[in-house]
Every structure is written in C-alpha cells, then in structure tokens.
C-alpha cells in the first residue's frame, strides 16, 4: 500500500513541476538521458561560431547530494515536505538495534519520490547562466572566452552566484570532483594565474565525460 500510495504522490508531484523544470536538467526526467546531455554540450563547443573562442567550462560536483539534502528546503510544498518530514532511523548491529533518531536531512533510497526531490531543490541553480548542463547533481558552467582578449571574470561571476546558491541551499561542494576544463580550436591562449579560488578544481587534460573519453591528440 505505502509504493501504491507513492506512486500517486510522484505523479501528481511530476506533473505538477514537469513544465517549470530547468531545460537543461537531463537526469531523472522522462525522455532524457545523458545522450541528450553530451549532444548539447558538444553541439556549444564544436559550433562553428565558436572557432574563434576559447571555452571554458567547469564541471561541480555536490558532496553526498542525496544524503544531505535539508528537509527544510521542501517546506513550500506541502506534500513533498511531509514525505520527508517525520522520518525516524535506527541502525542495527547483529542482534542490537539502536534508538531510533528522527532525520533533519536525506531523502529516502529505492524510493520514486528522491530523485524528483532533489531535482526540486537543485532546480534553481545556474538557470541564469546561458550555458548550463545539470545531471541530477552533476553542474556545468560554462562561458566562450575570446581568445584575443582572454577575460574571465563573467565565469567567476556565475561561480560566486552558484557558491551563494549552494550556501542558501545548504549544500556542499565536493572539490575533489570539482575540475576545470579549457578547450580551444587555433592557438592555446593564457590561462587564469590561478584556477578560481572560490571554487577549487583541479585541471585535467584528457578527462573522461558521462562515459566519453577525450582525447589530447
């Protein structure tokens, strides 16, 4: 009865936010996939108009996305928040069960409604940014730099915005999964002294995409 019951809250839920959610969500939604992802990212960077640009992109991992999701942030909504809220967990070991504590944070696993809540909560983030991919907690930012006059302030920019994002939402950032990614077409043009501190990344060169591998060569 409970997954029966379930099934109408997601349906209802999905229908209902279906038409306001980011476009260019491509986790967890019907009739898209990371095929849809990589088209779109590869369609910006290899287009003609940006021969003459440098593109730079960096990619943001959340920290334990799932597991630390505040069940505060779902207060808007009624029926997703009582989905969350009120939920007790105990933990056992062999014959000994603990107490059982009530959880602040976390969306249930094996359930149809964890995924939709966390595209709810990460649904406003970046949306201002022209140049934005999503996979469920998975962010790419990315702007076209002009390789004759490289400037990257309008990326660090959109960074802050998704630090302070991040911070309002009481999420995390995970920085080790956190990289940069140059990718230009006639000369290599010079790079930021210093990755942008308020994120740190690191750099790679032949990283390996949604199951894509690039090649250096």
């Not at 229908?15 to 095929?35: E, Y």
């Not at 944070?105 to 983030?125: E, Q, R, W, Y």
């Not at 998704?162 to 999420?171: D, I, V």
């Amino acid at each position: 009865m409970p997954l029966i019951c379930e099934d109408f809250v997601f349906d209802w839920a999905y229908n209902k936010i279906s038409n306001s959610l980011d476009i260019q969500q491509f986790g967890n939604i019907r009739v898209t996939s990371t095929s849809y992802y990589l088209i779109s990212f590869l369609d910006f960077i290899q287009s003609p108009r940006q021969t003459k640009h440098l593109f730079s992109s960096r990619f943001v991992d959340f920290r334990k996305a799932f597991d630390l999701v505040d069940h505060s942030c779902h207060q808007q909504s009624p029926r997703l928040a009582g989905f969350l809220t009120g939920r007790q967990q105990a933990v056992r070991y062999q014959n000994y069960i603990s107490s059982f504590q009530q959880l602040t944070h976390g969306v249930p696993k094996g359930t149809k409604m964890s995924p939709l809540c966390f595209l709810i909560l990460i649904n406003d983030a970046i949306t201002n940014t022209t140049h934005h991919w999503k996979y469920i907690n998975d962010c790419t930012v990315g702007l076209p730099i002009d390789n004759k006059n490289p400037e990257y302030s309008a990326l660090q920019a959109k960074l802050e915005q998704l630090q302070q994002w991040t911070e309002e939402s009481k999420m995390t950032i995970n920085h080790t999964k956190t990289v940069v990614m140059h990718v230009y077409t006639l000369v290599a043009v010079p790079l930021p002294s210093s990755p942008w501190a308020l994120i740190p990344s690191k750099w790679f060169g032949r990283p390996s995409y949604l199951g894509s591998q690039w090649m250096t060569s």
